[in-house]
């Protein structure tokens, strides 16, 4: 796995998170993921303002090959859409780490302390 930030925080559903450290954060999926799929027609994201729990299924990717959900790392409140990506959804194939998906207002920041470091996340697609 070439692109694998060391920042990021990651699932083992192939989701990443970017702490802002202020109780927010900002979710996509891996590089691992769009690849997987392979080339992207179509995204649906959640409504600003949806509450969802953590593992709950909250967007959907659609590839030329498949679709697949996309399960919220953690629990919030929606508070922002990347609507270039639902405009351009090969945007995500172009660079994962850069097209976010959603923005989360946490309900409990210490669950950031149960997501994967990238070393643990490559383990889990080995």
């Not at 790392?73 to 351009?88: H, K």
Request: no cysteine; aromatic share 6%.
């Amino acid at each position: 796995m070439a692109n694998l930030p060391e920042h990021l925080k990651y699932t083992a559903a192939h989701a990443w998170v970017l702490d802002h450290a202020d109780g927010t954060v900002s979710v996509g999926i891996t590089d691992h993921a769009q690849e997987t799929l392979g080339d992207l027609v179509f995204v649906e994201l959640p409504a600003i303002g949806a509450h969802v729990a953590a593992e709950a299924q909250i967007a959907v990717v659609e590839s030329v090959k498949s679709a697949s959900d996309v399960y919220a790392p953690l629990s919030g409140t929606v508070t922002e859409i990347n609507a270039a990506v639902m405009d351009n959804p090969e945007l995500v194939n172009q660079d994962a780490y850069a097209a976010w998906l959603f923005k989360l207002r946490l309900d409990d920041p210490a669950e950031l302390e149960q997501l994967l470091s990238a070393a643990a996340y490559l383990n889990t697609t080995t």
